[in-house]
């Protein structure tokens, strides 16, 4: 029991996505009982069980699945009749996310992005920061941001995206930040914004349509101008609006 604590202390201080199972309660003939303990990996690894057979297995399953959206969750399990175990009790499974925070993918290291990934990290995002400069992080100081330089089509290509994804477009240039609207636009996501002015993103707009025959319906779920509008002027302003959005977005997701 006490290797399970000491998996789950490394869990939350690492960040590492991962679900706990509890058995809260059982009835009948059952492998185990309330207050066993599993704990499941990306990976679909374990530590500790709640039981093996059939049980175990489709335990893992749903928590794999339970990492991309972060939300807790119990199940009930007739052993018999759902899992075809011979047990025949019953066992009620609860699941909770661990260390499953939202992704926010920033394109763009300069001023705005570099504030956005300090805001991101206190408030509940796991910020990974993409410029292609070379350079552009050496004198980032910045607990639990991850930074990559490199080409963006490379490093979206080489992504994970989910229903758990944040987005946010804010490259040093307006090709660069077409560039990675259109890339990004077929993948699953949460939220996905871009920086720019009215003229910039009508421009964008025009050119999506008609040159790369994006749908109006892609373009409608994108944030463009990004953030929440308010008289914001310095970089760091910005971030507020575009991170006060996110939250509004991950907060609103959470209740429907």
């Not at 490093?155 to 660069?176: C, G, K, M, Q, W």
């Amino acid at each position: 029991m006490q290797e399970i604590f000491n998996d789950l202390k490394t869990v939350i201080e690492q960040g590492i996505p991962a679900v706990l199972c509890v058995v809260t309660e059982t009835t009948g003939s059952t492998p185990r009982k309330a207050g066993s303990k599993m704990l499941v990996f990306q990976d679909g690894t374990i530590k500790g069980t709640i039981g093996g057979g059939n049980i175990e297995f489709q335990a893992i399953q749903d928590a794999v699945k339970s990492i991309s959206s972060g939300e807790s969750f119990t199940r009930h399990f007739h052993l018999e009749d759902d899992l075809k175990m011979q047990c025949g009790g019953d066992m009620q499974v609860y699941f909770e996310p661990i260390g499953c925070l939202p992704k926010l993918y920033i394109f763009g290291g300069g001023h705005i992005g570099k504030a956005l990934a300090g805001y991101a990290t206190g408030l509940g995002f796991r910020p990974f920061v993409f410029d292609q400069r070379e350079g552009i992080f050496d004198a980032w100081s910045l607990p639990g941001v991850e930074t990559q330089n490199g080409d963006f089509l490379p490093i979206i290509d080489s992504l994970p995206f989910d229903s758990n994804t944040y987005i946010a477009i804010v490259t040093h240039r307006h090709d660069f930040d077409e560039t990675v609207l259109l890339a990004c636009l077929p993948h699953e996501y949460a939220y996905l914004g871009m920086i720019g002015s009215k003229r910039k993103v009508a421009e964008i707009r025009k050119n999506a349509l008609e040159i790369h025959h994006i749908t109006e319906s892609q373009l409608k779920k994108v944030d463009m101008p990004i953030g929440i509008p308010f008289a914001a002027e310095t970089p760091p302003e910005i971030a507020i609006s575009i991170i006060a959005k996110m939250i509004d977005v991950k907060n609103t997701v959470k209740k429907s």
